[in-house]
T-cell receptor, first 118, second 114 residues
Framework: EAQVTQNPRYLITVTGKKLTVTCSQN?????MSWYRQDPGLGLRQIYY???????DKGDVPEGYKVSRKEKRNFPLILESPSPNQTSLYFC?????????????????FGEGSRLTVL | AQSVAQPEDQVNVAEGNPLTVKCTYS??????LFWYVQYPNRGLQFLLK??????LVKGSYGFEAEFNKSQTSFHLKKPSALVSDSALYFC????????????FGSGTQLTVLP
């Protein structure tokens, strides 16, 4: 089954304790992205990756890091979490986002990871 | 810069009635427009898209959307609402030929009342 898998789905942590949210897709997609969802703000992009070893900042990258060492994995790292990073996080992937032509970049989303930072 | 506006945080409609969820956009260039749906405790699911061609686009679950270039709108519609359509709906836009990423609206909570 084609899917994007995030772990953990739920996490409560404390300020300053490093954590990683993993994301894996089994569709051989080139493009992957992280979003955070907050009430009234919709989805805001944190980081994205056009391919292996190619990452770039989205709209709200502060306090986050990412890496793309393999095509299928795109972990989100919070080196020193703070309470304002309490949010619902989504990983998404797409076949070849950003090109013109037949593929127009529909995103496949994971189920979400709800993070609470105390 | 590109942006999307969903002017209604909440839309309520009776089951069996037609529904409309509004979306307007602002881009420099030709837009690619998308609608996604989010059910409780789930990720977003793709519903439909407008790329080019017919202004009326049909998608999953009986939904359709009409692209109106002069009004820069892409409203989501369904002729007869179901209780199971109750969910959070997001409109999104990007510019064709650009590597710029999708910009999402703030979402509209649709509630279909039995």
């Amino acid at each position: 089954e084609a899917q994007v898998t995030q772990n953990p789905r739920y996490l409560i942590t404390v300020t300053g304790k490093k954590l990683t949210v993993t994301c894996s897709q089994n569709m051989n997609h080139e493009y992957m992205s992280w979003y955070r969802q907050d009430p009234g703000l919709g989805l805001r992009q944190i980081y994205y990756s056009m391919n292996v070893e190619v990452t770039d900042k989205g709209d709200v990258p502060e306090g986050y890091k990412v890496s793309r060492k393999e095509k299928r994995n795109f972990p989100l790292i919070l080196e020193s979490p703070s309470p304002n990073q309490t949010s619902l996080y989504f990983c998404a992937s797409s076949l070849s986002f950003g090109r013109t032509g037949a593929n127009t970049g529909e995103l496949f989303f994971g189920e979400g990871s709800r993070l609470t930072v105390l | 810069a590109q942006s999307v506006a969903q002017p209604e945080d909440q839309v309520n409609v009776a089951e069996g009635n037609p529904l409309t969820v509004k979306c307007t956009y602002s881009v420099s260039g030709n837009p690619y427009l998308f609608w996604y749906v989010q059910y409780p405790n789930r990720g977003l699911q793709f519903l439909l898209k407008y790329i080019t061609g017919d202004n009326l686009v049909k998608g999953s679950y009986g939904f359709e959307a009409e692209f109106n270039k002069s009004q820069t709108s892409f409203h989501l519609k369904k002729p007869s609402a179901l209780v199971s359509d109750s969910a959070l709906y997001f409109c999104a836009v990007r510019v064709s030929g650009s590597a710029r990423q999708l910009t999402f609206g703030s979402g509209t909570q649709l509630t279909v009342l039995p």
